[in-house]
């Protein structure tokens, strides 16, 4: 029996995001471990039926001795448990998953780039992430590998800077999502308008500029809207401290929720999802999920951000960085019930052609079986 690591930060992350993969790989016949840090979640991967294993990791760190420390461990895992396959998710994980998978020789590599983050959030890629490219590229100077991207620009990157050869990259248009779990869903029709943001407090997630727009639009929609932020706090370097988010939000017209593990069903609850990031996003599973139930999205022409929808369509694209058009936007769908329904169906039918988890699980057991065999 074939043996695959799915390498990820976090048991959370797994199960909202590579879940359905590791699942179909076991039906598969594979032997599938989750290698994540634990945050509390790991009974419900081994109710899955899959064997886990504990990663000592600092997903937002940049300690020298923690991530030294990611290494050594990957390494000896892999020298010692001798997996046919590691899947690799996110960039710190490609970064030294890769290079173990490369010193301890093992047959092959899958690394999902799942966006660049804020490493590479300038327009120039900067010294730290032009080092980060070099360490990526030795370890994928190989055989029996393949670098999953979610948006065509991340890929550019990769290839211009000689990282991948394009013969060894595949295309997946985000993580899908369940379209039985995820059902349209009409928006509710009674109380006030309710713009939902689901994301990490990090500032490139465009938190500020979405508080904003909501006071620009304070003295036309108090009492007819609510801006709800949902989402924990978050240690990158860039995150936002908890008493600047309660300066900001008065807890009735901006309101931060926190972290919630109901985020399906305030989705279902609201009417518009906004999204104002500049992050070097992969394709946000929150707007994918918006698609799903059928809400209008305002979102930026950034990375990843600009996939999900269909400029005048399914929602509106708006300059990073620009409250004033953000809140233009949203006042447009605020007030039109009628344009509301009439994009959060075109986004359903976006989310059927191209966001079904199943197009993207078929697609992971197309790479297991071109590196490794059934």
């Given at each position: 029996m074939?043996k695959?690591?799915l390498v990820v930060?976090?048991?959370r992350?797994f199960?909202s995001h590579r879940k359905?993969?590791?699942?179909a790989?076991?039906?598969?016949?594979?032997?599938?471990?989750?290698?994540?840090?634990d945050?509390?979640r790991?009974?419900?991967?081994r109710?899955l039926?899959?064997?886990?294993i504990?990663?000592p990791?600092?997903?937002t760190g940049?300690?020298?001795?923690d991530?030294?420390?990611?290494l050594r461990f990957l390494?000896?895992?892999?020298?010692k448990?001798?997996?046919?396959?590691?899947?690799h998710?996110?960039l710190k994980?490609?970064l030294?998953g890769?290079?173990?998978?490369?010193?301890a020789?093992?047959?092959?590599?899958?690394?999902?780039?799942?966006?660049?983050?804020v490493?590479?959030?300038g327009?120039?890629?900067?010294?730290?992430a032009?080092?980060?490219?070099?360490?990526?590229r030795?370890?994928?100077?190989?055989r029996n590998?393949?670098?999953?991207?979610?948006?065509?620009?991340?890929?550019g990157?990769f290839v211009d800077?000689?990282?991948i050869?394009?013969k060894?990259?595949?295309?997946?248009?985000g993580?899908g999502?369940?379209?039985s779990e995820?059902?349209?869903?009409s928006?509710?029709e009674?109380?006030?308008v309710?713009?939902?943001f689901t994301?990490?407090m990090?500032?490139?997630?465009g938190t500020?500029?979405?508080?904003?727009?909501?006071e620009?639009?304070?003295?036309?929609?108090?009492?007819?809207v609510q801006?709800?932020?949902?989402?924990?706090l978050?240690?990158?370097p860039k995150?936002?401290?908890?008493e600047e988010l309660?300066a900001?939000c008065?807890?009735?017209?901006i309101?931060?929720?926190?972290?919630?593990s109901?985020?399906?069903?305030i989705l279902m609850?609201?009417?518009?999802?906004?999204f104002?990031?500049?992050?070097?996003e992969?394709?946000?599973?929150?707007?994918?999920?918006?698609?799903?139930?059928?809400?209008?999205?305002?979102?930026?022409?950034?990375?990843?951000?600009?996939?999900?929808v269909?400029?005048?369509?399914?929602g509106f694209?708006?300059?990073?960085?620009?409250?004033?058009?953000?809140?233009e936007k949203?006042r447009?769908?605020?007030s039109?019930?009628?344009?509301?329904?009439?994009m959060?169906?075109?986004?359903?039918?976006k989310a059927?052609?191209?966001?079904s988890?199943v197009?993207v699980?078929?697609?992971?057991?197309e790479i297991?079986?071109?590196?490794i065999?059934?």
């Open positions: 074939k695959i690591f930060n976090e048991d992350f199960l359905d993969v590791a699942v790989a076991k039906s598969k016949g594979y032997d599938v471990t989750v290698v994540a840090k945050t509390g790991v009974g419900e991967v109710a039926g899959l064997k886990w504990d990663l990791i600092n997903p940049m300690n020298l001795s991530e030294l420390n990611t390494y000896k895992l892999y020298r448990e001798r997996p046919d396959l590691v899947h998710i996110g994980l490609i030294w890769g290079l173990a998978a490369k010193l020789k093992v047959k092959g590599v899958v690394n999902a780039v799942s966006g660049l983050g490493l590479f959030s327009d120039k890629p900067s010294f730290m032009r080092m980060v490219l070099q360490v990526i030795f370890s994928s100077n190989r590998i393949s670098l999953i991207f979610q948006n065509h620009e991340d890929m990157l800077h000689h990282i050869k394009p060894y990259c595949d295309f997946i248009k993580s999502v369940d379209l995820y059902h349209y869903t928006e509710p009674e109380g006030p309710k713009v939902i994301a990490r990090v500032k490139e997630k500020f500029e979405l508080i904003d727009a909501a620009r639009l304070r003295s036309e929609f108090e009492e007819k801006f709800l932020l949902c989402g924990g978050s240690n990158n995150g936002i401290k908890r309660e900001l008065d807890g009735k017209y309101q931060w929720l926190g972290y919630r109901d985020v399906k069903q609850n609201s009417h518009i999802m906004a104002p990031s500049y992050y070097r992969g394709v946000p599973r929150s707007l994918i999920e918006a698609t799903a139930i059928g809400r209008p999205i305002v979102t930026t022409h950034s990375y990843g951000c600009k996939d999900t269909d400029d005048g369509v399914n694209l708006v300059p990073i960085q620009n409250s004033k058009q953000l809140a949203l447009v769908l605020i039109d019930k009628a344009l509301r329904e009439r959060g169906k075109a986004g359903r039918e059927e052609r191209e966001f988890v197009g699980v078929n697609k992971h057991m297991y079986q071109r590196l065999g059934e």
